[in-house]
């Protein structure tokens, strides 16, 4: 995998809509749910779409109702197309 530039991560931000940069190396996006019971019906579909990925978010649930998502290729050091993929296969499952 190779690390993104800044110009093909701010293309990427623009197509997968809510997104935004985080940390340096990092994207992160946080929802908002009705109840807590909403909120972990969602952490656990997130967590099958990651695995079935192979690839997995660091997630933050907090308040009873908030789920923070940040993304980041560990093991690059950055941000790579996995990151933007799965970014937009959270979304679909959201």
Same mark, same amino acid.
């Given at each position: 995998?190779?690390? #993104?530039? %800044?110009?093909?991560?701010? $293309? ?5 809509? %809510?997104? +935004?940069?985080? /940390?340096?190396?990092?994207? %992160?996006? $946080?929802?908002? &749910?009705? %109840?807590?019971?909403?909120?972990? =019906? &969602?952490?656990?579909?997130?967590? $099958?779409?990651?695995?079935?990925? +192979? @690839? @997995?978010?660091?997630?933050?649930? @907090?308040?009873? +109702?908030?789920?923070? #998502?940040?993304?980041?290729? @560990?093991? /690059?050091?950055? #941000?790579?197309?996995? *990151? &933007? /993929? #799965?970014?937009? /296969?959270? *979304?679909? =499952? =959201?």
């Amino acid at each position: 995998m190779t690390l #993104l530039s %800044d110009a093909e991560i701010d $293309e990427r931000l623009t197509a997968v809509g %809510d997104w +935004n940069r985080g /940390q340096p190396g990092s994207i %992160d996006r $946080e929802w908002t &749910f009705p %109840d807590f019971a909403a909120a972990i =019906a &969602f952490v656990d579909r997130v967590g $099958e779409v990651a695995e079935q990925a +192979n @690839h @997995h978010p660091d997630i933050l649930l @907090h308040g009873w +109702n908030k789920v923070r #998502l940040t993304l980041s290729t @560990h093991s /690059q050091g950055g #941000l790579t197309d996995a *990151d &933007f /993929q #799965l970014a937009a /296969q959270i *979304d679909r =499952a =959201a």
